[in-house]
């Protein structure tokens, strides 16, 4: 069990998908984030990284990268 799952636990929402956890957990990291690319790489401080997290799934995603 995550963190995430302790403070979102398990309750009766009110959602009629049946992934009203999903949208809360969503709602508390965020969903997108935009990262500059530097000299061919992600232009990230030295302890930065980028994590993936899916609450609804497994499912297909997409990602889209703009180049200047």
């Known amino acids: 069990m995550t963190a995430l799952d302790h403070m979102v636990p398990e309750l009766a929402y009110k959602h009629g998908e ?8 969503a709602a508390m990291i965020g969903s997108s984030v935009s990262v500059p690319i530097v000299d061919k790489g992600l232009y990230l401080g030295t302890w930065q ?3 993936f ?14 180049t200047r």
């Open 53 to 66: 997290c899916e609450f609804d799934g497994p499912r297909q995603r997409k990602i889209c990268v703009i």
């Open 18 to 25: 049946g992934n009203s956890r999903a949208h809360v957990k």
């Open 49 to 51: 990284g980028i994590y």
